[in-house]
């Protein structure tokens, strides 16, 4: 087969056309779940790109759902229904409207392939495919059976059959025919065709001499050639797309420099891949192509080596996060051998869109490049770097060491002006102002021909055209998910709705919520996370303070979700109707507040499921369903999925459908309760999933567990995580933390969210601690983390009684009555609160982790840090013994700050509003847990006006 694709390399117009399902994308048990292998899409791009080559992927899937799998593939062809539907460049083919005759095949069908026998309908504007791969074996064979003998023996119907699928189609049409369409249409004078299904026959068929069929399986087949797996696929297309592309190249080399020559063959085309990479400034837009993938086995004159890129996530395909506006600082080890200069560049591309931006690469020091660029829109971006050896940057810097030493340079002018002229040609296009130099530079009676070799504009025009000849690459394209600015910056308040009634007796309504969400937007809030809002069941239903023994009067566990009403796509009936929670999400987005649901994936035994679905569950041996424990604990009355059932792939899409079903009500923020817990590869697929129809949903992970667990929960897809804080209460454990979540690696992927309690969590701290220790948890929480929330009314009411000694649990638990809280409480710490989010609110440097950093402090009971952004400067200085006055003498790093070390500066309290004259970095602080055990300073720099009047600002 070598043979052949070295030949077909090099037809004048080639055509490459392929299946979807089983050749760039692998079969799944439902056709939704299939998306294209990673990388296989860069490759057709990079075929789109070269000249006199044509793409086409066809199927047996609808064009629409054909053209959302693929994504942006700009001059490509695509081709639905096995050819019933066509769109190209150059051609629209739609087909006759046959609605009617597919409507009259519903019912048959359902009848003959029922869903809950584990067939799946797939309606198509011209057919009904009918999947069976998770059917039992003989019932599928029976249902093909009979649409095969009757249903399809209406004139004007006809069936095709495929892997694990049987498609009753209302139009004559198949690959073969729309192969012959496509071949017409674009003049190809060689194609190669890649398939894997039985409808690919058709194709291979019509191929002739000098075509090549590939299927992608076993024999028996009509194509040429069989490769076992997608990824020898894949391989294949990637070496055939180097092949044309170095014939392209090489019969590039030989054309005019004045660039298209006329004719059909390759240099007919009126662009090349050198040109599309010509650039007037440091960042603008590239031609719609991917970067190539490295070549450095097969072509030995790349010389440059790119090592050790951040930011980059390891550990698999992960995507480094950013937020809209967020700046991605790039840095690589780029070097090659010998002394030759290399240039660099970072680019990158929403992957929407096939146009790449560009930024140039800075040297540092000891072989380290960077660049920096902002991700300005929502969704998937990625990015990879190009290095070259620069000769033309290599010749200037030689010309101006030779003339330093005084050398005979003349020879040296012939040679950059015979360099010029080389660029100029490769450029693939007139360069009139280099050809220009290059006479210059070879007339010995040009004046001063050293000045105009090393002029500026001549060193830019060569950067533009240099056609980067034998560049190095990253094999593959970094990902980036930007999130909208909530994943980075968010303040939460969580809320019992049940709670929010008046006397703690009658059951909260989302109308109660609703009166509530002044005082919540008065505290600066803009999440407002609600536990279960499902029914909850009523087996085995705990009682007050967790009590086995519930009376009739008690609530119950909204984590114990499911009842007769229904499960979690259900609402408690005492909440409200769907219209009241409809109602509540518009007045909380009025108030700049989002509503944020619990998602527990746990069911109480009254759940809809146990009986619709008890495959989902796990069964002990006396048939009864396994509850939940977590020895020596019991939790009766809730039970877990089992997600290594026989089911999973039906269970993972019921999962999927709740959650949608939320996000169309109106939720984009959900926190998902216990994420530890369940599979990783359904985390990863699941927030894939959602964020593909709608990238502005965020997920919380509730994984109070192991680092590297909670790291891979993050690198899967969760937006933010809880963490650790509430256990970091000196200022050494608060120092070595937040260092590492702030400066290593991690912080490219995991972004922390502080809470000092939640309903499950009373520290010690606070359980002691007094108000000085909610006022110093609540402070730090709040400038350590860029998110950060509390659990309320409880803590702003400093509810702080365990259930027990040495126990986290409050007494009295809301997670199983209803609580009446005394708002209006004078103690109540909801004015502070406030205060610190209206600081954070007014303050970039608080909206951000990455410039977190620890300053000395002389007493080991006081932390100092500080946070930057700009000009602005935020400096926290927090007394963590809730007990005693501390006094310490605190060191500042002024150059970290931005402050003149000779000169006064200003330290104005944020929650006091009280304001301190500083110099020098060491000053002075006390701090008294009985009053306000904390500042939050705002540094305000010294300023002179002419009349010597002194402020600061």
């Known amino acids: 087969m070598k043979k052949q694709i070295e030949t077909i390399a090099k037809t004048p117009r080639l055509l490459i056309a392929t299946d979807f399902d089983g050749v760039l994308a692998a079969i799944k048990p439902r056709p939704e779940m299939a998306s294209p292998a990673r990388g296989v899409i860069d490759v057709l791009r990079r075929a789109v790109a070269l000249p006199q080559t044509f793409v086409a992927v066809v199927s047996g899937r609808s064009l629409a759902d054909l053209k959302e799998r693929i994504g942006p593939l700009n001059g490509a062809w695509f081709v639905g229904g096995h050819g019933a539907e066509i769109m190209g460049p150059n051609l629209e083919q739609a087909p006759d409207d046959v609605s009617e005759i597919l409507d009259s095949l519903v019912d048959p069908l359902l009848r003959a392939a029922p869903p809950e026998a584990g067939f799946v309908h797939e309606r198509k504007p011209t057919s009904i495919a009918v999947h069976y791969r998770q059917a039992a074996p003989n019932v599928a064979k029976g249902a093909v059976d009979k649409i095969t003998q009757s249903i399809a023996s209406a004139e004007g119907l006809k069936v095709q059959h495929g892997k694990k699928v049987v498609e009753v ?26 398939g894997d299904d039985v409808t690919d026959e058709n194709a291979f068929r019509v191929l002739q001499n000098g075509d090549i069929g590939v299927k992608v399986g076993e024999p028996p087949t009509d194509a040429a050639f069989c490769v076992a797996t997608i990824e020898n696929a894949h391989e294949l297309l990637a070496s055939l797309i180097d092949l044309r592309s170095d014939w392209i190249g090489a019969s590039r080399s030989m054309a005019p420099a004045t660039g298209s020559s006329g004719g059909t063959g390759p240099q007919a085309s009126g662009s090349t891949h050198s040109e599309s990479r010509r650039r007037p400034d440091a960042v603008s837009r590239a031609a719609g192509r991917a970067p190539e993938q490295s070549r450095t086995v097969s072509h030995g004159r790349v010389r440059v080596a790119i090592e050790s890129v951040t930011p980059s996530v390891p550990g698999g395909s992960f995507h480094v996060k950013r937020t809209i506006g967020e700046a991605v600082n790039v840095e690589a080890d780029i070097f090659a051998d010998g002394h030759d200069k290399i240039a660099a560049v970072v680019r990158h591309r929403h992957c929407n869109t096939d146009e790449w931006l560009e930024v140039r690469m800075e040297p540092l020091v000891n072989d380290r490049w960077k660049a920096a660029f902002q991700v300005l829109s929502e969704g998937e971006h990625e990015y990879t770097i190009e290095a070259w050896i620069d000769h033309f940057g290599t010749w200037q810097r030689d010309l101006r060491r030779r003339a330093e030493a005084n050398q005979d340079l003349s020879a040296e002018f012939l040679i950059g002006a015979a360099l010029i002229e080389q660029t100029a040609v490769d450029g693939g296009a007139e360069h009139t102002e280099l050809t220009r130099y290059a006479a210059l530079l070879r007339s010995e009676t040009t004046p001063d021909r050293l000045a105009i070799a090393l002029e500026d504009r001549i060193t830019q025009l060569a950067a533009q055209a240099d056609s980067r000849k034998h560049a190095a690459h ?367 609110r007014d303050n970039p440097s608080l909206q951000q982790d990455r410039t977190l950093r620890f300053h000395r402090c002389d007493n080991p009971a006081i932390v100092c840090y500080s946070k930057t952004d700009g000009e602005n400067a935020i400096v926290v200085i927090a007394n963590t013994d809730p007990y005693n006055v501390q006094w310490s003498p605190v060191h500042l790093d002024l150059s970290a700050l931005g402050i003149d070390a000779n000169a006064p500066y200003q330290m104005h309290d944020l929650l006091t509003g009280v304001r301190y004259r500083w110099q020098g970095g060491t000053n002075v602080v006390g701090l008294d847990p009985s009053t306000c055990p904390v500042h939050v300073f705002k540094v305000r720099r010294h300023q002179r006006t002419e009349a010597q009047f002194e402020y600061f600002i």
């Open 474 to 840: 990253l094999e593959t394209p970094i990902r980036l998910w930007a999130d909208r600015e909530r994943a980075r910056f968010s303040s939460w308040y969580e809320l019992f709705p049940r709670s929010a009634g008046s006397d703690g007796l009658k059951h909260g309504t989302f109308r109660d919520v609703i009166a509530r969400l002044d005082a919540v937007a008065a505290m600066g809030f803009d999440v407002l996370y609600m536990p279960p809002i499902h029914p909850i069941g009523r087996q085995f239903r705990k009682g007050k303070n967790n009590s086995l023994d519930a009376s009739a009067q008690d609530v119950g566990s909204p984590w114990a979700i499911g009842g007769p009403e229904g499960g979690h796509d259900a609402i408690h009936p005492q909440l409200g109707t769907l219209e009241d929670f409809r109602e509540l999400v518009r007045a909380a987005q009025s108030r700049g507040i989002e509503i944020a649901l619990d998602f527990a994936l746990q069911c109480s035994p009254d759940h809809p499921y146990v009986k619709q679905h008890p495959q989902w569950f796990k069964h002990r041996p006396d048939g009864s369903i396994q509850y939940a424990e977590n020895p020596p604990k019991k939790y009766q009355d809730i039970y877990p999925l089992d997600f290594e059932c026989e089911d999973w792939k039906n269970l993972w899409n019921e999962i999927l459908r709740v959650v949608l079903l939320w996000v169309d009500r109106g939720v984009r923020i959900f926190r998902v309760d216990n994420p530890h817990t369940k599979p990783f590869a359904m985390w990863e697929w699941l927030i894939a999933e959602v964020k593909r129809r709608d990238p502005g949903v965020l997920f919380l992970a509730e994984a109070f567990t192991r680092p590297r667990v909670m790291h891979r929960l993050a690198k899967l897809g969760f937006t933010q995580s809880y963490t650790y804080f509430a256990w970091r209460n000196g200022p050494v454990d608060l120092t070595e933390y937040f260092t590492e979540l702030t400066t290593s690696p991690t912080v490219d992927y995991f972004r922390p969210n502080a809470w000092p309690c939640t309903p499950d969590i009373l520290t010690e701290y606070l359980q002691h601690g007094g108000r000085g220790a909610f006022i110093v948890r609540a402070v730090l929480a709040a400038t350590l983390s860029a998110s950060w929330g509390i659990y309320g009314p409880a803590f702003e009411l400093m509810e702080h009684r365990p259930a027990k000694p040495g126990s986290e649990e409050y007494l009295d638990s809301e997670k199983y009555q209803l609580r009446a809280w005394p708002l209006e409480r004078a103690d109540s710490l909801a004015p502070l609160i406030g205060a610190l989010n209206a600081a954070r």
């Open 169 to 194: 189609v209302a139009v004559d049409a198949d690959k073969g025919q729309a192969l012959r369409t496509l071949q017409q249409a674009t003049d190809a004078t060689g194609i190669i065709y890649l």
